[in-house]
Structures are given as C-alpha cells and as structure tokens.
C-alpha cells in the first residue's frame, strides 16, 4: 500500500484529467474532492494511469472519444472486479479497497475504465487479442461536499414509467468470445433496414461502453447496458441484480423502441445470468432466446441447464452455432445429440429468417394490445 494520507484536495486542483466512459454521471467537479479512503465496488476513483515502456492503452472518455495513451495520464474511473475467461481478472478486498495517494493497483478494463487488484492476465499472444492490464498509481477516491465516496449507483437511470412491456430478444452463449455483439449486431441492422426500432442492452458483464457502441453503429436507436442500472458489474449480489437490472429495460422504452435486443454477457451461467430469468417483469416480455454454442457437447448443455434451472419455454429457444467453427461439421455434431433445428451465425439467410420470427413476434405482440384495449 501507499503512504497514509490524509488531506482532501479539491477535484478540480488535480486537473487536467479525462472522465472515463464508465462515469455516467454528469460531474461538477468543482464540488467534489480527493481523498484517503476505503473504497467498495462502484466507487469513483482518481488516479495515474502508467503504462509501461512500450505499452499503450485506449481510454473513452464520457463523450465516446477515444484517447490513446502511451505515458502518465490522471483518469477517473471506477473500483471494480473483473472476471473473465478471456480477459483480465481482478477483485476488490472483502472489506473494500484501502486508498491512499500513490497506493498501486490497476486499470483492468481496458478502454471503459474500471480499478482493481490484478489477479490474472492472459499472455499477450491470446487468440481473443486480450486487453491487459495497466499499472494505476492512485490520487484518492472522489468524495462529495459531505465528504462521502460518489458512487456510480448515485447515476442510475431513473426511468418514469411502470414495469417493462417491450417485446425482448435475449441473446447469449456458453462463452465468452463467442459471437453475441456480432449476432446482437447483424439483428439489429436487419431488424433496423426493416422498419423496426430496435433498443440495445448489453446486460451483464463488468463495464460496459464497448459492446454498446456496436449496437449504435448497427442501427439502434438507443443504447443502454449494466453500468447504467448503477452497476459496474453485474457479478454482484443476486437481491442487488434483481432490482437493478429491470431499470435499464424500463428506461430505454422511453425512446419509443419496437423491440429490445437484450445480450447477456459471458457465459449462460455467470455474471447473474441464470437471475435473469426469475425476473417475472423481463421473462413476461421474451420472445427469444438465442444461444450460440462453441460445440454440439455446450449445446446440450445448454438444454439441460435450461430444463434444471432457467425453466424458459423451450420452443421460444434458437440455437447457433459459433462463428469460429466450421457449421457443416458443427451441424453433424448437432444432430447426433438430437438438436435438429439450429443456425449458423454467418448465413444470411438464416439471419433473415430468425429476423422475420422476431418480426411476426413483434406483430402478434402489438395486435395482441390493441385488442386488450377495445
């Protein structure tokens, strides 16, 4: 740890810093401060950002832009775990994050920013082109006039309206890096060229931003994901979930959305996934699950997990198989375990089709209203 410090300094002293994108709130810095600390999850946090010789990362700032850094740079951000099968792994103490001026910890999520205690990378050389990690040399946490930590819970959407009513397409995987976004994204340009306006979430996972931004520039016209319900990762405590995550399905119908494509980060079974799907208000409005599955052994089990935990209706489930496999050989596999009606992520007519059934779902959805309402 860092030496002990005790003096609080205003925010705006320690400028010029950037405001990374995983800071939701709009900040007056002028009326915030830096100080010593015991941080929990989701408090924001200042510090320097350090890469190593050689080293650069990528960091969005709160309007999207993207600035690359190659030296000390002061940065805002979020303390936050990380766990991932493909990325960076990182935790927080049980009891929280002790914070002082200089104290060293990490940046771990790449460009949307989150801090945290690293606990594994992978190698550099990884097939999923992963991120690393950054060392992060800290200033303090950012407490407000009352001297409390601001915590990005204090910036979650606030939607007006009652439970959710729109009609939802849950898209998700037996892995990480298996396609979701690229799937997420291909729907929502075709549902887009045909009429529709499509809300995107992305869901669970840590951070978020990224994913996002490829729902935009797919089409949709408006984009929401967990970090927005107030959480930076939805490996959190499943009574906490539950009552988060609905917010950002109510919210984003205030932009008068057909649909929502909703894509669940990871894994079926991590980051609260299963939690999902106790959710009376979201399961009520599901049309879809779509399920992409790295091979035939994942996709049964999919179906058993299904039968033994998420009880979602089986004939509302399509299965995929994964972009990085061979479909021909993938569909063999299929059917040996008796899945006989699968698609393949890269064939556009298989696109058209799971787009025309979301289509006809949607229909059915909006006559079924008008005629609740004669």
């Known amino acids: 740890m860092g030496k002990p410090c005790t003096r609080r300094r205003r925010l705006d002293s320690l400028r010029p810093f950037l405001i990374?994108?995983?800071?939701?709130?709009?900040?007056?810095?002028?009326?915030?401060?830096?100080?010593?600390?015991?941080?929990?999850?989701?408090?924001?946090?200042?510090?320097?950002?350090?890469?190593?010789?050689?080293?650069?990362?990528?960091?969005?700032?709160?309007?999207?832009?993207?600035?690359t850094i190659t030296m000390s740079q002061r940065a805002l951000a979020v303390i936050g775990p990380r766990d991932s099968s493909t990325h960076v792994c990182a935790t927080i103490p049980s009891?929280?994050?002790?914070?002082?001026?200089?104290?060293?910890?990490?940046?771990?999520?790449?460009?949307?920013?989150?801090?945290?205690?690293?606990e594994r990378e992978p190698p550099l050389n990884s097939v999923h082109t992963a991120e690393s990690?950054?060392?992060?040399?800290?200033?303090?946490?950012?407490?407000?006039?009352?001297?409390?930590?601001?915590?990005?819970?204090?910036?979650a959407v606030k939607p007006r309206g009652g439970n959710a009513s729109t009609p939802i397409v849950l898209v998700?995987?037996?892995?990480?890096?298996?396609?979701?976004?690229?799937?997420?994204?291909?729907?929502?340009?075709?549902?887009?060229?045909?009429?529709?306006?499509?809300?995107?979430?992305?869901?669970t996972g840590t951070g978020g931003v990224l994913d996002s931004l490829h729902h935009h520039r797919s089409g949709a016209v408006a984009v929401l994901d967990n970090v927005d319900a107030g959480l930076i990762t939805t490996n959190c405590?499943?009574?906490?979930?539950?009552?988060?995550?609905?917010?950002?399905?109510?919210?984003?119908?205030?932009?008068?959305?057909?649909?929502?494509?909703?894509?669940?980060?990871?894994?079926?079974?991590?980051?609260n996934n299963p939690e999902i799907f106790r959710i009376e208000e979201l399961m009520d409005n599901t049309v879809l699950l779509l399920v992409i599955s790295n091979d035939a052994l994942?996709?049964?089990?999919?179906?058993?997990?299904?039968?033994?935990?998420?009880?979602?209706?089986?004939?509302?489930?399509r299965h995929f198989t994964s972009p990085f496999r061979n479909h021909a050989g993938m569909a063999r596999r299929m059917e040996s375990i008796g899945i006989t009606d699968y698609?393949?992520?890269?064939?556009?007519?298989?696109?058209?089709?799971?787009?025309?059934?979301?289509?006809?779902?949607?229909?059915?959805?909006?006559?079924?209203g008008l005629e609740n309402q004669i």
């Open 298 to 317: 994942a996709a049964a089990g999919v179906n058993a997990v299904n039968e033994a935990r998420l009880g979602f209706s089986k004939g509302r489930i």
């Open 20 to 67: 990374a994108a995983n800071v939701r709130g709009e900040l007056d810095t002028s009326q915030y401060y830096v100080a010593a600390g015991l941080g929990q999850v989701g408090d924001l946090i200042l510090g320097r950002v350090m890469p190593r010789s050689g080293q650069q990362i990528v960091i969005l700032d709160q309007s999207r832009t993207a600035h």
């Open 133 to 155: 990690s950054v060392d992060f040399l800290c200033d303090g946490l950012i407490l407000d006039a009352q001297r409390q930590p601001v915590n990005i819970r204090e910036f």
């Open 237 to 271: 405590d499943a009574d906490e979930f539950r009552q988060a995550i609905p917010l950002i399905f109510r919210q984003i119908e205030s932009f008068g959305v057909d649909v929502i494509v909703a894509e669940l980060g990871g894994d079926v079974l991590c980051a």
């Open 172 to 203: 998700a995987a037996t892995s990480s890096e298996s396609g979701k976004t690229v799937l997420a994204g291909e729907l929502i340009r075709r549902l887009s060229d045909a009429g529709v306006r499509v809300g995107a979430l992305k869901v």
């Open 95 to 118: 009891g929280g994050l002790q914070v002082r001026e200089d104290t060293a910890v990490h940046w771990v999520a790449g460009e949307s920013g989150i801090v945290g205690c690293l």
């Open 343 to 368: 698609h393949d992520t890269r064939s556009p007519d298989d696109l058209a089709d799971i787009a025309n059934q979301i289509i006809g779902a949607i229909s059915r959805d909006l006559h079924d």
